[in-house]
């Protein structure tokens, strides 16, 4: 069994409310050098939730967090060495302001295969 450290991608639709819907998962094991994600690829359940999100801009801002999320596991050496856990690493790429698109608090599992942790926490966190 292999303990992991995940967090949820929200996107926040209000502040004052805290209104906000589950839209991507990121595993991290950094014994193994694991860095997965997993996002919504449309934004049809957001919409449903909130009539007047701009829902194509947030899909490809999140394709646009992946991607600096990719670019930094292909630097693994560096990536390990300077980052100890995943809030270090998420809160560099996206870090913690006012904006709508927010990680929650790094949470922990245990799986012996974690790609199909990653898979089972989006469908059951997220499911598009």
């Known amino acids: ?3 992991f450290q995940y967090q949820i991608v929200r996107y926040l639709h ?3 409310t805290g209104e906000f819907v589950n839209v991507g998962i990121i ?11 997993k996002y919504i690829k449309r934004h049809h359940r957001i919409s449903q939730f909130f009539k007047n999100v701009n829902g194509d801009f947030l899909v490809s801002t999140l394709r ?4 600096e999320l990719m670019i930094e596991n292909r ?3 560096e990536l390990f060495s300077n980052h100890a856990t995943l809030d270090s690493i998420t ?5 913690k302001d006012d904006s709508a698109l927010v990680c929650t608090p790094v949470f ?3 799986d012996i295969d974690l790609s199909k942790a990653t898979e089972d926490l989006f469908n059951r966190l997220v499911n598009e």
């Open 1 to 3: 069994m292999k303990k």
């Open 14 to 16: 209000d502040q004052i």
């Open 27 to 37: 595993v991290f094991h950094p014994e193994s050098k694991f860095l997965e994600a």
């Open 64 to 67: 646009n967090f992946n991607q």
């Open 75 to 77: 630097r693994l050496g």
């Open 91 to 95: 809160s560099s790429i996206l870090p």
């Open 108 to 110: 922990q599992g245990l």
